[in-house]
């Protein structure tokens, strides 16, 4: 299967080729046009998903599956956010943490489930932070708000994250969540809040826009025309 | 200390490199990610205090970090909240800019930054509380748009007129003056542009490409504002589902 991205930056698109019986999955509402011997399938994968990740977090996760059942197609996809796409082979051998709204597609052979981040959930701002982990082999594409922008860290190296920033890990990486300054006031007086400190080796992806931070500006426009 | 703007144009990001020692100002909340050598503080400086205590009275908000390099070298990665450019200003220390509220980004420690109420201007900018900041100083400061930023030159004289949503940044000596957008009351809202700003030059001007104002009421139709919604988180965590969430 062929994918190219298209209109980089906050307009991004990608195009995936399938060739017949080829299928991806993609978040759901993200398909933008497909061939019409494409064929939708809305229903969910198999056990994984049933249980945990709806019920626990109270959280919606629906993919839906596009395959190309009459012969050769192409699929265009696009996120529900202005934002770039980035496009990731995977080769079995890594598994990536994704933020949940960091997934757009993947090929036939990504795995995806869904994973609870229990211990820093409620140090996460009352988000039910539930998280999605994807491995196995082909291509995955992330969505970020805004740049994706990548951070190779070499071993020992640490990087101190803003948590809206993050779009995907490696599962490897270890990090652990603390407050952004030494004092609890400072920590909220700068706007900061909870950061996550990673521990390379890793390559992770975070972007360069904060949902939060956003709607909570334009808010004020919002409300204000009555 | 050296800055690199990554990504121009809607998802522009700056990138500091602080020597130990150095530090940066910052805008609450624009820190995307940092080294490990670098200490967020949050305290707001001495004399910055009493202007913010008058801001805060007015129902604004404005509070700053400061970022240092406590440890050793390191980077601070920092990107504005609004959709839209990032343009770095050098300052020589003989020229002071009015900064609208959320056209600042960050700056050098050399910087210095007031709160000034425009006062005669309050009742005019539709009853939002209009307070800008007063740049000063030797060194860098990055300002952020909606949209692109855009730069006109005026010479001595010359008269230019900006619509109040899209002003970012001016020099303070400038003069200006806030009038109706056409010579009758009626075709200036009809219009749609109301109120605008008559500049008179020399001085260099800063506008950003996009409207908060306009942008806000053009979503507002798609984002209801209802207690009901904030039950139920929106499926994927879309962009307007978001906005829902904060808005209730």
Not at chain 2, 40 to 69: D, Y
Not at chain 2, 162 to 191: C, Q, R
Request: hydrophobic share 40%; aromatic share 10%.
């Amino acid at each position: 299967m062929k994918s190219r991205l298209l209109y980089q930056g906050t307009n991004s698109a990608v195009e995936f080729f399938l060739n017949k019986n080829e299928s991806i999955k993609a978040e759901s509402d993200a398909m933008l046009s497909m061939s019409a011997t494409i064929d939708v399938d809305g229903k969910m994968e198999g056990g994984v998903f049933a249980g945990l990740g709806r019920m626990l977090s109270g959280e919606k996760f629906f993919f839906q599956t596009l395959k190309a059942s009459r012969g050769e197609g192409h699929v265009l996809l696009a996120p529900s956010k202005p934002g770039d796409i980035c496009l990731l082979e995977l080769d079995g051998t890594t598994e990536y943490s994704v933020q949940k709204d960091g997934f757009l597609a993947g090929t036939d052979n990504i795995k995806v489930s869904t994973q609870m981040q229990n211990l820093v959930k409620g140090l996460f701002s009352g988000e039910g932070f539930f998280i999605l982990k994807i491995g196995g082999v082909g291509t995955l594409a992330l969505s970020a708000f805004g740049a994706i922008h990548e951070i190779n860290l070499a071993p020992g190296e640490e990087m101190i994250v803003d948590n809206d920033h993050l779009v995907a890990w490696p599962s490897t990486t270890s990090y652990t969540v603390e407050k952004a300054s030494a004092g609890w006031i400072s920590s909220f007086t700068s706007g900061e809040g909870f950061v996550c400190r990673f521990k390379g080796p890793g390559k992770i992806f975070i972007q360069s826009r904060n949902i939060n931070s956003f709607a909570n500006w334009i808010k004020g426009y919002v409300q204000k025309v009555k | 200390m050296k800055i690199r703007l990554m990504y121009p144009g809607s998802n522009s990001m700056l990138e500091f490199k602080l020597d130990k020692g150095e530090a940066i100002k910052a805008e609450s909340g624009a820190m995307v990610g940092m080294s490990s050598n670098v200490d967020v503080e949050g305290r707001m400086e001495g004399g910055i205090l009493a202007g913010l205590g008058r801001a805060l009275f007015s129902g604004e908000n404005f509070f700053f970090q400061t970022l240092r390099a406590t440890r050793g070298d390191g980077n601070v990665l920092l990107a504005p909240y609004s959709v839209g450019d990032v343009f770095v200003l050098e300052l020589d220390g003989t020229t002071e800019y009015n900064v609208e509220k959320g056209g600042y980004l960050a700056s050098e420690e050399s910087i210095t930054i007031s709160t000034q109420a425009q006062n005669i201007a309050q009742g005019f900018f539709s009853g939002e509380g209009f307070f800008i900041l007063k740049i000063g100083g030797r060194g860098k400061v990055a300002l952020s748009s909606f949209g692109a930023i855009h730069e006109v030159i005026l010479a001595p004289g010359e008269e230019y007129i900006v619509d109040n949503g899209h002003l970012v940044a001016w020099p303070s000596y400038m003069t200006y003056n806030i009038e109706k957008a056409s010579a009758g009351w009626i075709s200036s809202f009809t219009s749609g542009e109301g109120l605008v700003c008559r500049f008179r030059g020399p001085g260099k001007l800063y506008m950003q490409t996009r409207n908060p104002s306009a942008f806000g009421s053009f979503i507002k139709g798609l984002v209801p504002i209802t207690k009901s919604s904030s039950s139920s988180s929106s499926s994927g965590g879309s962009l307007l589902g978001n906005i829902i969430d904060l808005a209730t």
